[in-house]
């Protein structure tokens, strides 16, 4: 009954490697976010998208590009890695409550590129 | 624009210790604020959230009340165990479809027993 997933939980790979993340919710929200969380724990917003249409993108290289397949799922694919790209990256989904857009993280992935 | 300042950390307490951890914001209109822990090797989970202004949030002992005067959400616990021990991160929504959180910078506390 987990509520929002991501796998891998842990990638490890090589610079200039193409890799990907998956995230898929089962709570019905209609809008999933990608965050980075740097290594001062620091979060920034890269991606959202609400019914599978892009809404934030963030001044992220073009080598991030996150698919929307369906509004329960956000994958997000990272070409030719460098070594600033290691960091921790959550996914999130909200669905609004009246005004109110409360957002429920998933476990993150770490990504270490060596 | 938004944004949330916190208080720098680490803060370290012993158990049963006072915790605040100061948290302000800048916003137009009139957003929600939450506070988010993060365990150490674990995901951000809610911890509580206030929407409107003097609304208070509370949830496992921890409180914090939504103060437009002083544009404050500071976090408190009267007395902190070692379980508490986490990164806690202030939040802001401008509650509007699709846009994301404003976090601050996060303040790591340590409880020793």
């Known amino acids: 009954d987990t509520a929002v997933s991501q796998t891998p939980k842990y990638l490890v790979t090589q610079m200039g490697n193409d890799k990907s993340i998956k995230c898929e919710q089962n709570?019905?929200?209609?809008?999933m976010y990608w965050y980075k969380q740097d290594s001062k724990k620091f979060l920034k917003i890269m991606f959202s998208?609400?019914?599978?249409?892009?809404?934030i993108n963030e001044t992220v290289p073009n080598r991030f590009s996150p698919k929307s397949p369906d509004k329960a799922h956000l994958n997000l694919h990272i070409n030719s890695l460098e070594l600033g790209d290691s960091a921790v990256y959550f996914c999130?989904?909200?669905?609004?409550?009246?005004?109110?857009?409360?957002?429920?993280f998933g476990p993150g992935t770490r990504l270490t590129v060596t | 624009g938004n944004s949330v300042t916190q208080m720098e950390g680490p803060v370290t307490l012993s158990e049963e210790a006072f915790l605040t951890i100061n948290c302000t914001y800048t916003?137009?209109?009139?957003?929600?604020l939450f506070w988010y822990v993060q365990y150490p090797g674990e995901g951000l989970q809610l911890l509580l959230k206030?929407?409107?202004?003097?609304d208070k949030g509370s949830n496992k002992g921890f409180e914090a009340t939504y103060r437009k005067e002083t544009t404050s959400f500071h976090l408190e616990k009267g007395s902190v165990q070692v379980s508490d021990s986490a990164v806690y991160f202030c939040a802001l929504s401008p509650n509007q479809a699709g846009t994301a959180l404003i976090f601050g910078k996060g303040t790591t506390l340590s409880v020793s027993s």
């Open positions: 916003a137009t209109g009139y957003p929600s």
């Open positions: 206030a929407t409107k202004a003097d």
């Open positions: 999130a989904s909200s669905q609004a409550q009246g005004i109110i857009y409360e957002q429920y």
């Open positions: 709570l019905g929200h209609d809008t």
């Open positions: 998208y609400n019914n599978k249409e892009l809404i």
